[in-house]
């Protein structure tokens, strides 16, 4: 059963404007959350994390927010490029170990 | 050069066929992983190993097996594929050193296995 879920597979946002993916987990043992950016024939790079003992995490134009209460965990991008097309994962992991799941991955596209 | 680099890139090969996807890093990291990746489905993981002497099972490890040759090579072997096994494959690598604190994961650009 999946355990980190993104319901939105794709995602179209024109430039300079901010866009907003989410993901969704059901493991309340979950407590590092990641975002992935993977580009066509390459492999995921890390862009951003948060710890379950923060709500906010920024860097530069991206920002993660954490709602545990929900389960849920959005990734904002302000403002949004087009060299930010790509498909972005989410990933959530338990302290004590270090297996990271994914989700489904959404695809961005910012349009010029 | 990357520092994760798997091999072959792309591959395609018949069922029942041995295949062998090779994993090699030189960011000195100790931990590594196989995932897969379907559409649909994300990456979900095969197999991982913290060290040299360490290797654990994910959730998908069934039809598949690993080898750790040293820190920096990890293996992932196909004894006998089937074409449900066509996916991409990723090789990641990751530091313990901060104890506690996970570290994100390093991806290689990944191998296209089509197994007809």
């Known amino acids: 059963d999946q355990q980190v879920k993104q319901n939105s597979p794709s995602l179209s946002v024109q430039e300079g404007r901010i866009s907003i993916l989410n993901c969704d987990y059901t493991n309340s043992m979950f407590d590092y959350f990641l975002w992935y950016k993977k580009y066509p024939a390459e492999g995921p790079t890390f862009l951003i994390s948060?710890?379950?003992?923060?709500d906010k995490n920024e860097d530069g134009r991206f920002t993660v927010f954490l709602n545990k209460s929900a389960k849920h965990l959005s990734l904002h991008i302000v403002p949004s490029q087009p060299g930010d097309s790509a498909v972005y994962f989410c990933?959530?992991?338990?302290?004590?170990?270090?297996?990271?799941?994914f989700g489904t991955g959404t695809s961005l596209t910012v349009i010029p | 050069d990357a520092d994760v680099t798997q091999t072959p890139r792309n591959r395609i090969t018949k069922t029942g066929k041995r295949i062998m996807l090779e994993c090699s890093q030189t960011?000195?990291?100790?931990?590594m992983y196989w995932y897969r990746q379907d559409p649909g489905l994300g990456l979900r993981l095969i197999y991982y190993s913290f060290d040299v002497k360490d290797i654990n099972k994910g959730e998908i490890s069934d039809g598949y097996s690993v080898s750790r040759q040293a820190q920096a090579k990890f293996s992932l072997s196909l004894e006998s594929a089937i074409p449900n096994q066509t996916a991409l494959y990723f090789c990641a690598t990751s530091d313990s050193r901060d104890s506690g604190v996970n570290q994100p994961q390093h991806f290689g650009d990944g191998t296209r296995l089509s197994i007809l």
């Open positions: 990933a959530a992991s338990k302290n004590t170990g270090n297996q990271f799941y």
């Open positions: 960011k000195g990291h100790d931990r």
């Open positions: 948060i710890s379950s003992i923060k």
